[in-house]
T-cell receptor, first 115, second 111 residues
């Protein structure tokens, strides 16, 4: 089956530092990957659509300079939270639609805590 | 922006009972999907129903879709304690290829 690997699964960082989260499709190529954020007890919110070889498309209200997305290959997208602040603490999760499936496959998520 | 809303927000039932969750959405869609999320974990795809389908079954799951009312329901029959999780609907609008999640229903199945 389609597997999406997300790393790290959790990270604690100090305010002002940057954190990179990786999302890899392990057995298929993905020209498009999606990044979501989920605050405690809330639903997932789409942050941006990552497009291989081109700029990401950000949802309204998401700061593109703060959440840098790079999709340099067909199997890897990265989300970098720059100059992290405590309010960026959240659960970040990526998803991909494998070419032979109707649904989407999700990474296991990254819990970011900024202290 | 959020596309869907789910009802109820929280549901607590006894093991063996059926659980019904509803999802409403705003725009026309290609398909609607239901996902399950255990606390603090990633999502698991449960079932997809296309806009031209009205009902779909998968094991103990039954999903209905009413495009005229822009709503869907997920029924879990003969619930088990292991079904305790949050359940989300997600819509794939027919503009663009991203999709949006509903607010989720937190289901607790009491052994």
């Amino acid at each position: 089956g389609a597997v999406v690997s997300q790393h790290p699964s959790w990270v604690i960082c100090k305010s002002g530092t940057s954190v990179k989260i990786e999302c890899r499709s392990l057995d298929f190529q993905a020209t498009t990957m999606f990044w979501y954020r989920q605050f405690p007890k809330q639903s997932l919110m789409l942050m941006a659509t990552s497009n291989e070889g081109s700029k990401a498309t950000y949802e309204q209200g998401v700061e593109k300079d703060k959440f840098l997305i790079n999709h340099a290959s067909l199997t890897l997208s990265t989300l970098t939270v720059t100059s992290a602040h405590p309010e960026d603490s959240s659960f970040y999760i990526c998803s991909v639609q494998p070419p032979y499936m109707g649904g989407y496959t999700f990474g296991s998520g990254t819990r970011l805590t900024v202290v | 922006s959020q596309q869907g809303e789910e009802d109820p927000q929280a549901l607590s039932i006894q093991e063996g009972e059926n659980a019904t969750m509803n999802c409403s959405y705003k725009t026309s869609i290609n398909n609607l999907q239901w996902y399950r999320q255990n606390s603090g974990r990633g999502l698991v795809h449960l079932i997809l129903i296309r806009s031209n389908e009205r009902e779909k079954h998968s094991g103990r799951l039954r999903v209905t879709l009413d495009t005229s009312k822009k709503s869907s329901s997920l029924l879990i029959t003969a619930s088990r304690a292991a079904d305790t999780a949050s359940y989300f609907c997600a819509t794939d609008p027919n503009t663009g290829n991203q999709f949006y999640f509903g607010t989720g229903t937190s289901l607790t199945v009491i052994p």
